[in-house]
């Protein structure tokens, strides 16, 4: 999909209490809706808001009614290139509307959607509230019905772009872990099994058990604090695809007793490091062990023992 520009962003609430939300989502075609039933549709497709002002102004406050206008001009006045947001299921939905205005049985004002609404960014990814900002998810408590909102910060999710401040650091971070990725490959064998012990605990996994010499193809015998989960963790300093290969076959006769199976291996052979497994096993590699100790907090740890 191509890159969504556009001078505006609006929010627009789908109704009082969301009731036009499943019918301007899941309609054919999608549409966007409008309440404000006692308001002339004819005067509004004209322009004639002296009248509509007027209107509005028997059932409210100046102040009130001058807002009301201004949401219902914006439903009408603005251009195709408008992105209209609103919020449903706990996603972000975005969409354009065709320039065409119609009323339906109950005398809503509906635009019908230019494709479909989306909850989704150009690359597919779902516009989850957890990745949105508290500033733009406080929008769903706007008591109106279309406000404005930060253009570039919905259009950049939309467009799952970041921010140049963003992305600077997103640079940083990954030259941060290509350096301690090199810090994780010197560690000697001992304080290699203690960090890997380490990471599984600040990721929610608890040490049931220390096997390494007495079961060779299990280090460490881990439980999930969480789910209960068992895990077991082999941990090798340098490893092959051969190697790691005679490993599966070992791990198959107790593969019914664990959860998970994480084969740990900071330098692996080319062919190792290039392969997926085939039965489940997840293989960590220094890459990822780098991106876990920022996560756990190991950088520091990391410093004091090789630097």
């Known amino acids: 999909m191509e890159k969504i520009t556009s001078e505006k962003v609006l929010y627009i609430k789908l109704g009082q209490g969301g009731e036009f ?3 301007c989502l899941s309609s054919f075609p999608n549409t966007v809706r409008l309440g404000y039933r006692e308001v002339s549709h004819e005067s509004c497709v004209l322009g004639d808001w002296t009248v509509i002002q007027k209107e509005l102004a028997t059932n409210h406050k100046p102040r009130a009614a001058t807002n009301h206008l201004r949401q219902i001009r914006s439903f009408y006045e603005e251009g195709e290139e408008t992105v209209w947001i609103t919020f449903h299921d706990n996603k972000l939905w975005w969409c354009r509307a065709e320039k065409e205005f119609s009323l339906d049985s109950e005398k809503n004002k509906f635009r019908k959607v230019l494709g479909s609404w989306s909850d989704k960014d150009i690359s597919g990814r779902p516009l989850l509230y957890g990745n949105l900002s508290g500033e733009l998810l406080t929008t769903k408590a706007y008591r109106g019905t279309i406000c404005s909102v930060n253009k570039d910060y919905v259009l950049r999710k939309i467009n799952n772009q970041l921010s140049p ?3 600077e650091i997103k640079a940083l971070t990954s030259e941060l872990q290509t350096k301690i990725a090199g810090l994780i490959q010197k560690l000697y064998w001992n304080d290699l099994e203690l960090f890997v012990d380490l990471v599984f605990r600040q990721s929610g996994w ?7 010499k007495q079961e060779k ?3 460490l015998d881990m439980e999930s604090t969480i789910t209960k989960e068992r895990g077991a963790v082999q941990v090798k300093a340098q490893s092959n695809l051969n190697e790691f290969l005679d490993y599966e076959k070992e791990f198959e006769g107790f593969r019914n007793d664990y959860h998970k199976i994480f084969y740990v291996c900071p330098q692996p052979t ?3 490091a290039n392969y997926e497994s085939q039965t489940g096993t997840i293989l960590y590699f220094s890459d990822k062990l780098a991106e876990l100790a920022i996560s756990a907090g190991l950088v520091d740890w990391l410093i004091k023992k090789c630097g």
């Open 21 to 23: 939300v499943e019918e």
């Open 270 to 272: 080319n062919n190792l």
């Open 165 to 167: 401040e963003a992305e």
């Open 217 to 219: 193809t299990i280090d």
């Open 206 to 212: 608890r040490r049931v058990s220390y096997l390494g």
